[in-house]
């Protein structure tokens, strides 16, 4: 059958460029090895221009690949099941570089190119490593090319081609019987991105989280290539590309952390969801292996450690790829990979890399240098290498934790997760918290190799002091008094900020008095009061954060759950001022984006002291991909000092046809009747009222009815039916009480002497718009990000002294 409308040319060249990097790849790794071995000079030169050749092949196959990939997307070429599966042509143009990152091989493509740009990088800087370094890139190159071929070998399935035709994915769909299937509406539309993923940090965080990920085999590289040659000078060579990667995989991860915070509704940063843990764990022990290699580089201790750290730091990184991809995580994580199953693949992507690793590293463990003569206590490498111990223990027990399916998968086991994850980690790594800043705040206060008590002392005791003094008044003023748990948590909590507050007050004087202010020799300095800062950020806005929005009004559209508590949520009617906390909040308006497709709410907030007043804008989209309801997008007000988050919980429109009638009921002052939630009065006849003018015009009279409506919930709403007379013309005017969804109208005097009045009663869900929300206070969350951003230009402050040392060296 000749199908109309396809597109075939960038799916052939896709398919020939992803074969061409899986062959360059593989030939660029014997060429690299073979480079690696010889001993000539000459014949050495020889192989390493040759591997440059073939790397450059497959770099440009790899380049070649991703264009047509998102040429295919952003052109809806629907024909390609990619392309079909995860864009459509009302998606936003900025989101489409998402669409390629949704699916396990765009991700898996975007590493590759990382890994281009990397190998490059040590091409032209690595000198006698290089021919070691490509090696390793280059067959985790191809092994990631395997990824993407989607081929069958022996029965077996290997890679997800993301170039293969929709029909050749599915060809049992009968809509391929039509040769015109292009333009049928749900096929010419398309699937759509996620929507979790319409947002603009899905399209920056991914690619240098990934860069991140791809940065941690240089490291991993320069040590298997130590192992392999005998030679240990590499540390040297590898600080600052360790250094270099736990900047860009910190920033990474905290880049998903602020997506979370805007984009999620659970409402923070950081839930200890287990994609969240398999990304952090790698950082740690990189961050562990960083000072091992400090401390080798300036003492000779800890080599041993830190080949072991880089070694278990990839293969963590490859470990987490298995976890997040292989589907394991499904049921205990929101983040998880769906899709090809390729468990076996990743297995043996993590195997190929860790076990030849590990067995030449116990293999030559004996002849790698080690100092015999144990450190002094009062040395700087002694406290580091405890620091990195803590380190790799706090990730022994996350990614203990977080592999749990693996363990019942394993074991055939059911053992439960804990009830609350959060509290179940957090009661851990608390202590961990508090061991790793007093480290790292007196640490650096000891010189390598000895340092003399007294002058210990005499530079320790001022720090210890204002950290004393600034703690001490943020227990005492500060009202942490956390109290979901036990009162051992909070002590705790309150040691953890005096900790990390020892750790910004102490590293922030040795900038001054042990570098003298310098402070392109401060790198490290920096980022530990960065670090110091967005852990105290953490600690204060997480003990501290509180729920603003408690029901008032006792209405509640929906039950009690793990993840929503409807007395943690508020109700607001279309209009009508609501009180909560120190705000009165008013739903003022609700508007859709036709282009984003989310309807916009706007929540005016306004102090009750009139100090303050905004309105925040929370939206809800429709979710796709077989998930039913609505997704929460967040809005935030930020001040210097906390921000109020926000996000709709629920939400009723009614701009349904109102079919409820008003039903005449007969009423005089004084008498009470019954609603369906509770009951109203007439309290008396008004003519002609100053206060309702605005409700008739000039030569009218008006009659009104001042009336209150109470609701079973013990509620109070004023409300004013009435008629405009004018000659012979009658104006009914009715009135609602927009909360109990009641309406009511003044229809007649029945008879003026008695005092007899006949109203109509209307009760109807369509009356008026609603939505229930949920606000929280986050205080001092600025001091998160702010650390963050510290700690990162301090890490990249180390990479450019490190590399400044080394050029100063090669000299």
């Known amino acids: 059958m000749q199908y109309i409308g396809e597109h075939l040319l960038p799916g052939q060249l896709g398919h020939f460029f992803t074969l061409l990097s899986l062959i360059a790849s593989l030939l660029a790794t014997a060429v690299f090895y073979k480079a690696s071995r010889v001993v000539s000079p000459i014949e050495r030169k020889s192989w390493l221009r040759l591997g440059r050749i073939v790397f450059l092949v497959e770099t440009i196959s790899v380049f070649s690949v991703f264009a047509l990939l998102y040429f295919i997307i952003s052109h809806h070429y629907h024909e390609y099941f990619f392309a079909w599966n995860h864009s459509s042509r009302s998606l936003l143009p900025k989101y489409l570089l998402a669409c390629i990152w949704e699916d396990q091989s765009g991700s898996f493509l975007l590493w590759s190119i990382w890994h281009c740009v990397l190998g490059w990088i040590l091409i032209w800087r690595a000198k006698q490593w290089e021919a070691g370094t490509l090696t390793v890139i280059s067959f985790a190159q191809f092994c990631i090319a395997t990824m993407l071929i989607g081929m069958y070998f022996f029965g077996q399935k290997v890679g997800s081609d993301p170039f293969i035709l929709w029909r050749q994915q599915m060809p049992e769909l009968p809509l391929f019987a039509d040769p015109h299937y292009l333009q049928l509406p749900r096929v010419f539309e398309g699937n759509d991105l996620n929507t979790l993923l319409q947002n603009y940090w899905m399209v920056i965080h991914p690619p240098i989280l990934f860069l991140g990920f791809a940065s941690t ?259 005492l003023f500060g009202h942490i008094d956390y109290n979901e748990k036990t009162i051992a948590f909070l002590i705790a909590i309150h040691a953890a900020i005096f900790s990390m507050v020892y750790a910004v007050v102490a590293n922030a004087g040795y900038i001054f008095t042990g570098l003298k202010g310098k402070l392109r020799l401060a790198g490290a300095s920096v980022a530990h009061v960065g670090f110091g800062l967005a852990l105290i950020g953490i600690l204060i806005s997480s003990s501290k954060k509180k729920v603003l929005s408690w029901n008032t009004t006792g209405i509640a559209f929906f039950k009690k759950s793990n993840t929503e508590d409807p007395a943690e949520n508020i109700t607001l009617f279309k209009s009508l001022p609501t009180d909560m906390g120190p705000y009165n909040v008013t739903y003022v308006s609700d508007t859709f984006n036709t282009a984003q497709r989310k309807r916009f709410y706007g929540i005016q907030f306004q102090a009750k002291d009139s100090s303050d007043s905004f309105t925040l804008y929370p939206d809800l989209i429709r979710n796709n991909k077989g998930v039913e309801g609505m997704s929460a997008n967040p809005d935030s007000k930020h001040y210097w000092n906390k921000d109020i988050f926000v996000y709709i919980s629920a939400a009723e429109k009614n701009d349904k046809e109102d079919t409820a009638t008003f039903r005449p009921r007969e009423i005089k002052a004084g008498d009470t009747s019954f609603y369906r939630n509770g009951f109203f009065v007439l309290n008396r006849v008004v003519v002609n009222p100053p206060d309702q003018r605005k409700r008739y015009v000039p030569g009218e009279n008006a009659i009104f009815l001042d009336m209150t409506v109470v609701s079973k919930e013990g509620h109070s709403y004023p409300i004013m039916p009435g008629i405009a007379v004018k000659d012979m013309d009658i104006r009914s005017l009715p009135d609602s009480v927009k909360p109990e969804a009641l309406a009511i109208s003044f229809n007649k005097v029945i008879d003026q002497k008695t005092g007899r009045l006949e109203i109509g009663v209307k009760e109807s869900s369509a009356i008026t718009d609603l939505i229930t929300l949920k606000v929280y206070e986050f205080p001092m969350i600025n001091l998160l990000w702010i650390g963050v951003l510290i700690m990162v230009a301090g890490f990249l402050m180390s990479v450019i002294s490190h590399l400044k040392k080394r050029s100063l060296t090669v000299a």
């Open 217 to 475: 085999i240089v490291p991993f590289a320069f040590a298997y290539a130590g192992l392999r040659s005998s030679d240990h000078s590499w540390a040297g060579t590898a600080l600052p590309w360790a250094s270099f990667s736990g900047a860009i995989l910190g920033t990474g991860i905290m880049m998903g952390a602020a997506w979370a915070y805007e984009s999620l509704s659970f409402g923070g940063y950081w839930a200890w969801d287990p994609v969240e843990n398999a990304s952090l764990v790698p950082w740690i022990t990189l961050v562990a292996g960083l000072h091992t290699n400090l401390v080798y580089n300036r003492t000779g201790y800890s080599l041993r450690s830190t080949y072991f750290f880089y070694i278990i730091t990839f293969t963590l990184v490859l470990y987490s790829t298995f976890l997040t991809r292989s589907g394991i995580l499904g049921d205990t994580s929101v983040h998880a990979f769906t899709g090809a199953d390729m468990t076996l693949q990743l297995i043996l992507f993590a195997a190929v890399f860790f076990i030849p690793a590990i067995i030449l590293f116990f293999r030559r463990y004996k002849k790698i240098p080690s100092i015999r003569r144990e450190e002094s206590s009062y040395s700087r490498e002694f406290w580091m290498f405890i620091g990195s111990m803590v380190l790799f223990l706090s990730a022994l027990v996350i990614i203990a934790r977080t592999s749990l399916p693996v363990f019942n998968k394993i074991f055939g086991s059911n053992i439960a997760a804990p009830e609350d994850p959060k509290y179940a980690h957090n009661q851990v790594q608390i202590f961990v918290c508090i061991i790793i800043g007093i480290l790292t705040g007196t640490t650096q206060y000891f010189r390598y190799k000895d340092t003399p008590p007294p002058v210990f002392r005499r530079r320790i005791i001022w720090p210890v002091l204002v950290a004393l003094l600034i703690g001490a008044m943020i227990s």
